[in-house]
T-cell receptor
Framework: AQSVAQPEDQVKVAEGNPLTVKCTYSVSGNPYLFWYVQYPNRGLQFLLKYITGDNLVKGSYGFEAEFNKSQTSFHLKKPSALVSDSALYFC??????????FGTGTRLQVFP | DTGVSQNPRHKITKRGQNVTFRCDPI?????LYWYRQTLGQGPEFLTY????????KSRLLSDRFSAERPKGSFSTLEIQRTEQGDSAMYLC??????????FGEGSWLTVV
């Protein structure tokens, strides 16, 4: 079955420190990969995507993600976290269909 | 760019009543999606339109659910004879290429 795993329900990091939010996937073929962020009681905001090419993709608000095909991972990273980055982050994959499969989300808490 | 617009943002209804949600996609986006998100979970795919054609429906979309996109522009999602288990946030999204999918703010449904 096709699936996305976000192994950490919550990630806590101090402001100014680097952050990583993990994502692994299990789909056939060469899927497209995405990260979205969700603030309380809001919809999802697109952060970045990987389609093909360079394994390191840069996105909005200083976030980047590294695609690793051998490990089937697509971890989200940011060199220096801000308190305002605190939110719920979702990894998603698009297999060879037109729908996204989401992980269960990781709550990022950045403390001052 | 006005983004994906969803109405109403919140709806409280009694069990057994019918509800309808409307989605206005980003202008000229030919792809439109509906997802459902419950607390603590990632969004789950419900259905997908390309222009006015409904191309895919999830098994989650029971007979009580119907979605339309009559002129390939806005879409409606109707839930008949609502049940408490229908309480969720219903997210609409649109795309012009299927690569980047933009979500609206969501419509919260509470069935009492």
């Amino acid at each position: 079955a096709q699936s996305v795993a976000q192994p950490e329900d919550q990630v806590k990091v101090a402001e100014g420190n680097p952050l990583t939010v993990k994502c692994t996937y299990s789909v056939s073929g060469n899927p497209y990969l995405f990260w979205y962020v969700q603030y309380p009681n809001r919809g999802l905001q697109f952060l970045l995507k990987y389609i093909t090419g360079d394994n390191l993709v840069k996105g909005s608000y200083g976030f980047e993600a590294e695609f690793n095909k051998s490990q089937t991972s697509f971890h989200l990273k940011k060199p220096s976290a801000l308190v305002s980055d605190s939110a719920l982050y979702f990894c998603a994959v698009r297999p060879n269909t037109d729908k996204l499969i989401f992980g269960t989300g990781t709550r990022l808490q950045v403390f001052p | 760019d006005t983004g994906v617009s969803q109405n109403p943002r919140h709806k409280i209804t009694k069990r057994g009543q019918n509800v309808t949600f409307r989605c206005d996609p980003i202008s000229e986006h030919n792809r439109l999606y509906w997802y459902r998100q419950t607390l603590g979970q990632g969004p789950e795919f419900l259905t997908y339109f390309q222009n006015e054609a409904q191309l895919e429906k999830s098994r989650l979309l029971s007979d009580r659910f119907s979605a339309e996109r009559p002129k390939g522009s806005f879409s409606t999602l109707e839930i008949q004879r609502t049940e408490q288990g229908d309480s969720a946030m219903y997210l609409c999204a649109s795309s012009n290429d299927g690569h980047t999918i933009y979500f609206g703010e969501g419509s919260w449904l509470t069935v009492v």
